[in-house]
């Protein structure tokens, strides 16, 4: 077990920060109600929701003065919003009820149809394998269709370079399949003059997004876009050429102006691997570039844009070693700006006097192309290391490693280290995991980080726990493909408005042979449960559970659960008392199942798929019957065929679609309940490779689906 307290001094023992959580948590809680009570519906100008939110984030705080110092960064009540506000009752607009009352013409012949879609982007459009389309929410409660004045909308990069027939940037509204017309619409979609290999972010009040580009001579620009409804299509884009920054904060929609990136001297540098990072308070926007250079944007999204050229910034990290930076993550509690470069190293920059403070070499592969992950709270920085430069994982190979930092590192310093599968020569990146609810419930930093590793092998989904900021060594879980391939970032989406109850998943894809069961051993995109147990709960017939065997466990007898966790059976069909909770053990929790054969034999143990969706354990060995048995639906209800019996164990914990050349990162959607708009708690993506992307032709696809069962 490791330990980081570069930033606390010596940490309190994780049992006296419990005790201490307890008696400072109402006064947390008071001061976060005088902060949101006059905006209980939300942020005041709306709810982003892009790469950078997935990379600084906020564990709940455990006393009134670090609530104050996170509080002043407008991303900390965004994401309050999301995880908190939307658990308080929802509603669908006075016009969404409309729609689901009365479905016009075009939503009635539609019904019946998959609750997703696929929209095509342009042949060989993909956002990339590290990006993140962006999402924006003119209200945290309520999903707006394209008949209202500001709808909901997505947006995506194409990776393609803009012209008069292919889009570089694309918009879709009208998301939701409870809404009327086309489902989705085109927003707008744009021809920049450029090719956007880097995730795209909006502004706080959604009206203006921020992204880099790159062109032919290898010159990256700096976008600030105004966009307005209805202006292109994906192949007919609206050409928009670039006002002078001075004129753009008056321009009318559509319009953008474009920033030269340049380092200290004036020259151009180019940028295809490093996200915008917006400092909304700030109004500044962070980005690096090629040869180690960050650059400071002011006046971004409200004042007069340009580029910082002043002494101090634009900074070059590394001018012995200038290698390309990537994406930058600007954390206001501390003043810093954290960046990884291609060399392997993390750098912190303190914003103020620009002084550049260099880790220990943390990546011998890839580099650290995947951006940190700031817990702003309790002052950690994660990254993701596609190779440790060690031979101490199987065959003497190097590992896949997730590193911890204090946000006050020193000078050289590595931190703490926990690997995550083996890496080669010829692996890929390591892409950023994602925590778990009772990460960001916790007022210590205690959960679970979920990572996607094993880089040289079959992509593996590995479980870190967290104990009041103190990692653990991985547990290794699901296989995610047959062969070795590439995995994408982990998203988890905890909702608690999702039928049958609260429930939680991680979503990752694979660039092939993916093993989930609809996979069809193509690039595929899965879902796994990861819902952990919580004291003093209720939970309904068939909720089900991740153990800490990493074992689903299923509610058999409704209740409430008590307040210390069970000694969960390990045993598959084994039984858990739990207060007045009865849990049915479902056996590891995996991508992949067996399905029933005819004529087949079967040892007793043996769990399979069958055609309802849920996972029957063998009772009684022998061989199947010759026709397919009609399957008890009913939790442990049990099934003869032939000489055999079933028990059923309830649903599967996964689900799993088809996704060419597998996805670009995954974004969430909603968490709406039943009595919302439907369709509107989805998530999404792109495809990596060319696909058929339903009525809209092949290419690479923008695609919405359902949380719970990717269809």
């Known amino acids: 077990m490791f330990s980081v307290n570069e930033d606390w001094g010596i940490r ?116 990339g394998p590290d990006n993140f389309p962006a999402k924006y929410a003119f209200q945290v409660t309520t999903a707006l269709c394209g008949d209202t004045p500001t709808p909901d909308y997505v947006v995506f990069n194409t990776g393609l370079s803009g012209s008069t027939s292919q889009a570089s940037v694309v918009a879709l509204d009208n998301l939701y399949s409870g809404c009327g017309g086309t489902v989705p619409n085109i927003y707008w979609a744009y021809n920049t003059g450029g090719q956007v290999l880097t995730s795209i972010t909006p502004s706080e009040d959604g009206s203006q997004i921020a992204f880099a580009q790159t062109n032919s001579n290898l010159e990256g620009t700096l976008i600030l876009l105004k966009w307005a409804a209805a202006s292109g299509t994906v192949s007919a884009p609206l050409s928009l050429q670039s006002v002078s920054n001075v004129a753009y904060r008056s321009c009318a929609a559509p319009c953008m102006t474009s920033i030269e990136l340049k380092d200290s001297q004036g020259n151009p540098i180019d940028d295809r691997i490093s996200s915008v990072f917006p400092d909304y308070t700030g109004d500044v926007l962070w980005v690096g570039g090629t040869s180690g250079w960050l650059c400071k944007i002011s006046g971004a999204f409200r004042g007069s844009p340009a580029e910082v050229i002043d002494g101090t910034f634009p900074v070059q990290v590394n001018s012995l070693n200038p290698t390309a930076l990537s994406s930058p993550v600007y954390d206001y509690s501390s003043g810093n700006v954290f960046v990884g470069d291609v060399a392997g190293y993390l750098y912190r920059v303190d914003t103020a006097t620009g002084d550049i403070t260099a880790s220990g070499r943390l990546d011998y592969g890839t580099g650290l192309i ?48 926990v690997t995550v599968g083996s890496s080669s020569i010829n692996s890929g990146e390591l892409f950023e995991g994602d925590f778990d609810s009772n990460y960001w419930n916790s007022s210590d930093a205690t959960g679970n980080l979920y990572v996607c590793g094993n880089t040289a092998g079959a992509p593996t989904i590995y479980q870190l726990p967290i104990d009041a900021g103190v990692l653990s060594l991985a547990n290794a879980g699901p296989v995610l493909s047959h062969g070795e391939t590439e995995c994408s970032p982990i998203t988890d989406i905890a909702n608690p408005n999702a039928p049958g109850g609260a429930a939680e998943w991680i979503f990752a894809s694979v660039q092939s042979d993916g093993a989930g069961n609809s996979c069809g051993s193509t690039g595929c995109v899965m879902n796994l449960t990861v819902q952990p147990w919580n004291a003093s709960t209720y939970y309904a017939v068939g909720q089900e559970v ?166």
Not at 67 to 91: C, F, K, M, N
Not at 584 to 607: C, I, K, M, R, V
Not at 620 to 647: M, Q
């Open 12 to 127: 309190m023992s994780a049992n006296r920060g419990r005790a201490l959580s307890s008696a400072t948590g109402l006064v947390v809680f008071v001061f976060l109600g005088s902060i949101f009570t006059v905006r209980a519906a939300g942020p005041a100008s709306g709810l982003p929701t892009d790469w950078s939110h997935r990379h600084l984030v906020f564990s709940r705080p455990a006393t009134a003065e670090r609530a104050r110092r996170v509080a002043g960064d407008p991303r900390y009540e965004q994401q309050w919003a999301r995880r908190s506000i939307r658990t308080l009752g929802h509603r669908a607009s006075a016009a969404s009820k409309a729609h689901l009352q009365a479905p016009s013409v075009s939503a009635q012949k539609n019904q019946g149809a998959p609750r997703d879609w696929s929209e095509n982007l342009g042949f060989d459009a993909t956002v």
């Open 546 to 711: 991740l153990d800490p065997n990493l074992h689903i466990q299923v509610v058999r007898s409704s209740g409430t659960s008590g307040t210390n966790s069970p000694s969960w059976s390990a045993n598959p069909g084994g039984a858990t008392g739990d207060g007045s909770v009865t849990w049915l053990n479902q056996g590891s929790l995996s991508a992949f199942h067996l399905t029933w054969q005819p004529d087949h034999g079967y040892a007793a143990g043996a769990e399979i798929l069958d055609s309802n969706g849920n996972m029957q354990l063998l009772v009684t060995g022998g061989v199947s019957g010759k026709a397919h048995p009609i399957w008890a639906t009913n939790l442990n209800g049990t099934t003869e065929d032939a000489t055999l019996r079933w028990r059923n164990l309830g649903p599967t914990p996964t689900a799993s679609l088809p996704a060419g050349g597998g996805t670009s990162g995954i974004i969430l959607d909603n968490t709406l309940g039943a009595s919302a708009l439907s369709g509107a708690s989805q998530i999404y993506y792109s495809t990596l490779a060319n696909q058929n992307c339903g009525i809209s032709g092949t290419g690479g696809c923008a695609v919405q689906t359902s949380q719970s069962q990717l269809q």
């Open 370 to 417: 995947t951006a940190p992950t700031v817990d702003s709270t309790a002052g950690n920085v994660y990254v993701f290391s596609s190779s440790d430069g060690s031979a101490n994982c199987p065959n003497l190979s190097s590992c896949n490693a997730v590193y911890l930092l204090g946000t006050s590192f020193a000078e050289g310093s590595t931190g703490a280290k």
